[in-house]
T-cell receptor, first 114, second 113 residues
Framework: AQSVTQLDSHVSVSEGTPVLLRCNYSSSYSPSLFWYVQHPNKGLQLLLKYTSAATLVKGINGFEAEFKKSETSFHLTKPSAHMSDAAEYFCVVSPSGNTGKLIFGQGTTLQVKP | NAGVTQTPKFQVLKTGQSMTLQCAQDMNHEYMSWYRQDPGMGLRLIHYSVGAGITDQGEVPNGYNVSRSTTEDFPLRLLSAAPSQTSVYFC????????????FGSGTRLTVV
């Protein structure tokens, strides 16, 4: 069975410092992996996706994620945090093939301090 | 394009009432899903559809019904509302979930008293 674990429920960084949000997944097959962002009282927006092409994936707003099969990880990074990055972030796995299902991690709240 | 449109944005129901949450998309996506979001639990799949006339249950289907008579619309029906159904509900659609991800609506905040 597939599952997603976000290792931190809350991360706090200072503006201008690097961001690291950690995600481990469990999947029997090669999954598709995504990061979504949700700003307060908003819907979810796709940040980036891994679909078995390049293992280093670039997304919007300067975010990146690296797929590491040996570690079953898909951590999200950004070199320099901005105040507007404060939001909740979800790591998501789509099982192999178009089943129509997404499996969400429990979310990581990113706080950015001035 | 409007994307994924959910109505209403807010709703308060009394226990035992029924209602339908509407979801429409104008992107000709085959895949549509309903999720509920509760604090600390991420999003959990209620029901999903891989095309008109085809629906299936997700992780938390009890108390909810769906139908998919057209590609565009995917309504979610609460049969007899309970306080445990107080949540934020999101509808999403996709042309290919494994490669393109989903486009989400802005959500419906439901309170059952």
């Amino acid at each position: 069975a597939q599952s997603v674990t976000q290792l931190d429920s809350h991360v706090s960084v200072s503006e201008g410092t690097p961001v690291l949000l950690r995600c481990n997944y469990s999947s029997s097959y090669s999954p598709s992996l995504f990061w979504y962002v949700q700003h307060p009282n908003k819907g979810l927006q796709l940040l980036l996706k891994y679909t078995s092409a390049a293992t280093l994936v670039k997304g919007i707003n300067g975010f990146e994620a690296e797929f590491k099969k040996s570690e079953t990880s898909f951590h999200l990074t950004k070199p320099s945090a901005h105040m507007s990055d404060a939001a909740e972030y979800f790591c998501v796995v789509s099982p192999s093939g178009n089943t129509g299902k997404l499996i969400f991690g429990q979310g990581t709240t990113l706080q950015v301090k001035p | 394009n409007a994307g994924v449109t959910q109505t209403p944005k807010f709703q308060v129901l009394k226990t035992g009432q029924s209602m339908t949450l509407q979801c429409a998309q104008d992107m000709n996506h085959e895949y549509m899903s309903w999720y509920r979001q509760d604090p600390g639990m991420g999003l959990r799949l209620i029901h999903y559809s891989v095309g008109a006339g085809i629906t299936d249950q997700g992780e938390v289907p009890n108390g909810y019904n769906v139908s998919r008579s057209t590609t565009e619309d995917f309504p979610l029906r609460l049969l007899s509302a309970a306080p445990s159904q107080t949540s934020v509900y999101f509808c999403a659609s996709s042309y290919s979930p494994s490669s393109g991800g989903y486009t989400f609506g802005s959500g419906t905040r439901l309170t059952v008293v």
